[in-house]
């Protein structure tokens, strides 16, 4: 049973331009949220979706958008990028339900914007 | 709005001592609250969880967390160290209506002498 898998798992991209990170969720969840991991610091949630629309999102720009595909992918857009989006990004999969549910994590996208 | 405290972001311990990282929560009703483990250059793994089943947790690799209410605490603990546990850990809680989200604390390094 895969778990929760990213792509890519590195990249480097230039002021300005746009990025798109993709996820696929564990086998069997419905539910995906984004967070992102500045160096030095814990996870902060960007948003989440269920039945591919954005359910909560946090205290991000609109320049960070996302999408979820019927087969419950998703995909993270940072458009206009700025130096201090240079982050790791990770894509986190539930079940929709209980806030007890558990919540895994995949690998994360190292993004370097210089 | 709901959030957690790791008190230590550096914590240091000679392999087979008791490892001991400490994370308070804010939060008017109980809270959902769990502990993950940051391997370098890796995702999140989940060590443990509370969703007020019992106040003592058990975790994966030896790990585990007792629920204080009266403290509002949900300290982590392994009874003996070991070189592998060398990682960076992460207290987080879920804010109660905000279902499958979690809030992070700051994290705290543990570096295991040998």
């Known amino acids: 049973d895969a778990g929760v898998t990213q792509s890519p798992t590195h990249l480097i991209k230039t002021r300005g331009q746009q990025v798109t990170l993709r996820c696929s969720p564990k086998?069997?969840?419905?539910?995906v949220s984004w967070y992102q991991q500045a160096l030095g610091q814990g996870p902060q949630f960007i948003f989440q979706?269920?039945?591919?629309?954005?359910?909560q999102r946090g205290n991000f720009p609109d320049r960070f958008s996302g999408h979820q595909f019927p087969n419950y992918s998703s995909e993270l857009n940072v458009n206009a990028l700025l130096l201090g989006d240079s982050a790791l990004y990770l894509c986190?999969?539930?079940?929709?339900?209980?806030?007890?549910?558990?919540?895994?994590f995949g690998e994360g996208s190292w993004l370097t914007v210089v | 709005a709901q959030s957690v405290t790791q008190l230590g972001s550096h914590v240091s311990v000679s392999e087979g001592a008791l490892v001991l990282l400490r994370c308070n929560y804010s939060?008017?009703?109980?809270?959902?609250l769990f502990w993950y483990v940051q391997y370098p250059n890796q995702g999140l793994q989940l060590l443990l969880k509370?969703?007020?089943?019992?106040?003592l947790v058990k975790g994966i690799n030896g790990f585990e967390a007792e629920f204080k209410k009266s403290e509002t605490s949900f300290h982590l603990t392994k009874p003996s160290a070991h070189m592998s546990d060398a990682a960076e850990y992460f207290c987080?809680?879920?804010?109660?209506?905000?279902?499958?989200?979690?809030?992070f604390g700051a994290g705290t390094i543990l570096r295991v002498k040998s």
């Open positions: 986190a999969s539930s079940l929709k339900g209980g806030p007890g549910n558990t919540i895994y």
């Open positions: 086998s069997g969840h419905d539910t």
């Open positions: 979706y269920y039945e591919e629309e954005e359910r």
């Open positions: 939060s008017s009703v109980p809270p959902y």
């Open positions: 509370y969703t007020s089943a019992a106040t």
């Open positions: 987080a809680v879920t804010p109660t209506g905000y279902g499958n989200k979690l809030v």
